[in-house]
C-alpha cells in the first residue's frame, strides 16, 4: 500500500519527501473559497513524481443541494478543479458527498449528483476519477450512512464514481469500522483512496475534527484493520504537521507490515 499525507499546497514534492510519503494530497486553492485552479508553476515536476498525487476539491462545493445558487457553481467549480488535477496527473479528486438541506428530499440530491455528471459530459467528462468521500455530519447527507452510500451509488455508480472512505468521518459518522469494507464494497464495488485519520470525538458524534491514529477516540488498531481490507492508496489528514504526519505515516507501515 502507498502511504501519505495531506499537505498544504506551496511545495506538495518537498512535504511529502519531509514525511517519506509515498502518496502526497494537497488543495489547488483556498478549500474555503469558489477560486477555479490556477497552472501551477511546479505543474510538470508533480506529473513526473515518483509520489502519486491526489487533488482534494473546496470543501464549499455541494453539488447535491436544491439551493441552485450553491449547486451551479458547484458543479461548475467541481470540473475545474477535475481539470486542474489532471494538469498535475492527479490518480483522483476528492469531494464531499454533498448534503440537501433540512426538509428537502434526499432523492432530489441523489439526482443532482446524475445531473452533475451530465453537466460534466456535456463539457467532454471529468478527465480522471472523481472521489466520492463519506462525510461525518448531517441528517440530510448523501455520504454519510451506508444506507444512503447505497442509495447514491444507484446513481453514480454506473457514472464512474469512485469512492473515498475517510476512517474518521466513518467513526464520527455512526458506522463502526469493523468489517467495513466489506459492507462498503458491497455497495460500490471500489475504494479508491482511504483517508486514514483517529478523531477527536466519540462514535456518532457527527463531529468532523481529526486526530493522529494513536491518539483520540478511534481504536488506531480497526484504522490498520480498514487500510489492510481496503487495499488501496492511503492519506493521512491528521494533526502535528510534518512530525505529526510522519509518525502516523510510520506507525501504519509498522502495523502493516507487522
Ligand atoms: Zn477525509
Known sequence: MRIGA???RADPL????????????????????????????????LRTAEVDIVIHAPYRINVATLNNRVRIPSRKLLLAHANGAAAVNALGLVVHGGHVNQGDDLAAGFENWRKTFAYAADQGGFPLPVLIENTAG???????SLDALA???????????????????????????LDLVDRVKAITGRIDLV?????????????????????????????????????APVVVETPGGEAGQAADIAFLRTQLAG
Open 6 to 8: 495531506h499537505v498544504e
Open 14 to 45: 518537498a512535504d511529502a519527501a519531509a514525511r517519506q510519503a509515498e502518496v502526497v494530497q494537497f488543495f489547488l486553492t483556498d478549500p474555503q473559497g469558489w477560486e477555479d485552479p490556477k497552472p501551477r508553476a511546479d505543474a510538470e515536476a
Open 138 to 144: 448531517g441528517d440530510n447527507a448523501c455520504a454519510r
Open 151 to 177: 442509495r447514491l451509488w444507484d446513481v453514480v455508480g454506473p457514472l464512474g464514481a469512485g469512492f473515498c472512505l475517510d476512517t474518521c468521518h466513518a467513526h464520527a459518522g455512526g458506522e463502526a469500522l
Open 195 to 231: 483517508h486514514a485519520n483517529g478523531s477527536r470525538d466519540p462514535f456518532d458524534s457527527r463531529r468532523d475534527r481529526h486526530d493522529n491514529l494513536t491518539q483520540g477516540q478511534l481504536d488506531p488498531e480497526l484504522v490498520v484493520a480498514v487500510v489492510r481490507a481496503a487495499q
